[in-house]
């Protein structure tokens, strides 16, 4: 068989970036405009700082949303939307309330039209508030019995603690408690435009899309006020904790380590040490466990941003047989790449891995969209992405060892197993003190 040799890297291409055109309207409402005249189509994304709240009415809160305003009924207001060839969509995070949606620019009068009654007028009728927490009682169940479920609701609760991120699924008992009126409630004081940011992209031309957003969302008021959250703990390092799953053939494993937020000088080389660990196919860590040694299928890590705070999050699923060997060659990375930097080639091959992912990540007008929305909610713009990628491109080989040294150390990790404890305790055990808990516990 004949050995192909791949073709050398091609020169990074320069970031074209479309001018933001921003107006915080009197009510407190941020509007950013970008045109992006791909297709005839514009991109909507409002972002509302949400904050602490209880977590069962804001979930049902962002899944009602949209079941009806006081001129109209989700039939109604669905028809409208399909008029202009367009939808919108409700959901809920740790940090805020988002809805999503596009339709076709000449029905952006329209659109906002429709997205001001939601906002304004939204009622959450009984039997459709009904019918949305059966459902969504229903996919708690069922989430509650899969691994993926367990294991995150397990770090979660290990790396944050008593903050409100410890949390981030209500319990089927509380969704069944809430009713219409507390939904009401909850709308009429944090669905409110001060603090609120709304994204418009696509073929608009900016100063027109402002107006017309203007025009429609002018009349939103609300005098309630988001939640403050706290700034997220640091990590604590500590015993690994095993999360008992009798019977499992499979263990999860999970691993917190601290990260910085996007404008934190240490960013950039981190994100690369990140990918030249785990954050990439090409890393060394599937490399390892994945190419050499089989031990699993998608091994991944990933630097997780919210408002509160920042984290990398490692993640793979092993075989139970496995679970030691496959921790050990997790820390025995992470403590590699500390104490021997990336090859020149190695970093240059994650450099343009990130660079690239920026180019694609803005390619389209709802990726530009997600983009922009992400970076408005953090309180940067657009332009960032410019001056994030240069930090990238200066990247160097000790750049990357420094910050792997700093945040990536093994010792610094939080480290969370789910699987059969009376298979996987005894090997884990070998590699440092292990605390074992129930999932229920």
Request: hydrophobic share 45%.
């Amino acid at each position: 068989m004949t050995v192909r040799t791949l073709p050398p890297l091609g020169p990074t291409r320069k970031l074209k970036l479309p001018r933001e055109v921003e107006r915080t309207l009197p009510n407190g409402l941020t509007v950013i405009a970008l045109r992006r005249p791909a297709v005839p189509l514009v991109e909507v994304r409002l972002w509302l700082p949400f904050g602490k709240a209880h977590l069962a009415r804001g979930l049902m809160m962002s899944q009602t949303l949209l079941s009806g305003t006081d001129t109209m009924s989700s039939v109604e207001l669905a028809a409208e939307l399909q008029k202009v060839g367009g939808g919108l969509s409700s959901g809920l995070d740790s940090d805020r309330l988002m809805i999503s949606g596009n339709g076709l620019v000449t029905g952006l009068n329209r659109l906002l039209d429709l997205l001001a009654g939601v906002l304004t007028g939204a009622t959450y009728p009984a039997d459709e508030v009904a019918t949305e927490r059966s459902r969504l009682i229903d996919g708690i169940r069922m989430a509650q019995s899969l691994p993926a479920h367990l294991v995150r609701k397990a770090l979660l609760k290990r790396m944050y603690g008593k903050h409100p991120y410890a949390v981030q699924t209500p319990e089927p008992e509380q969704v069944e408690a809430v009713r219409p009126a507390q939904l009401r409630t909850l709308h009429a004081a944090r669905v409110r435009p001060a603090g609120g940011i709304l994204l418009l992209v696509g073929d608009v031309q900016p100063a027109k899309a402002l107006d017309a957003a203007e025009r429609a969302l002018s009349g939103w008021t609300g005098d309630g006020a988001p939640g403050e959250l706290p700034a997220a703990p640091p990590l604590e390092p500590g015993p690994l904790l095993l999360v008992d799953r009798p019977g499992s053939v499979q263990s999860s494993l999970r691993l917190a380590l601290p990260a910085v937020p996007r404008t934190h000088p240490d960013h950039a080389a981190l994100q690369l040490a990140n990918l030249v660990f785990g954050g990439y196919f090409s890393s060394r860590w599937v490399e390892n466990i994945r190419e050499d040694k089989g031990y699993t299928y998608g091994p991944h890590s990933t630097i997780e941003h919210s408002v509160a705070g920042s984290a990398l999050v490692v993640a793979a699923e092993v075989a139970t047989e496995v679970t030691g060997p496959a921790l050990l060659e997790t820390n025995y990375e992470l403590g590699r790449l500390a104490s021997l930097p990336p090859k020149e080639d190695e970093l240059e091959q994650a450099r343009q891995y990130a660079l690239g992912t920026l180019q694609l990540g803005i390619s389209t007008q709802a990726g530009l969209a997600a983009v922009a929305s992400a970076y408005a909610g953090s309180g940067l713009r657009l332009e960032f992405l410019a001056e994030h990628a240069a930090r990238l491109a200066k990247v160097t080989r000790d750049d990357v060892a420094a910050a792997a040294a700093t945040y990536l150390a093994p010792a610094r990790a939080v480290t969370v197993v789910l699987g059969d404890a009376a298979t996987v305790e005894g090997p884990l055990g070998v590699l440092g003190p292990v605390r074992t808990e129930t999932p229920e516990s």
